[in-house]
């Protein structure tokens, strides 16, 4: 057998291309009922925000209609912004946070 005849195996190693996973927004959806002070509670409570920044997210959502709370993953969203909804059913108010994609 010959040199040129000798078979040779490559061997390649294929890595999975790993995608970012996408990303959510937890909106606050601004009502005429629950407290401004109730809805900066649940903001430092659900989504550990300081005084200020929930604040300034419940004065955009009362000025806006709406206001971005968080970016996350979906599971994420999803789970704040039904914690924060529950707790305020709890409370008896109508607050309410929903999740939508990331563009």
Request: glycine residues 4%; proline residues 5%.
């Amino acid at each position: 057998m010959s040199d040129n005849e000798v078979a040779r195996k490559v061997k390649v190693k294929v890595k999975p291309k790993l995608e970012r996973p996408k990303l959510y927004k937890v909106m606050l959806l601004n009502d005429d009922y629950t407290p401004r002070e109730f809805v900066v509670g649940v903001l430092k409570a659900v989504f550990h925000m300081s005084e200020e920044a929930g604040y300034r997210v419940m004065m955009t959502a009362h000025k806006m209609g709406t206001s971005v709370v968080v970016v996350c993953v979906r599971d994420i969203a999803e789970t704040k912004a039904k914690a924060a909804t529950d707790l305020a059913k709890e409370a008896g108010f109508p607050l309410l946070f929903t999740t939508e994609p990331e563009e």
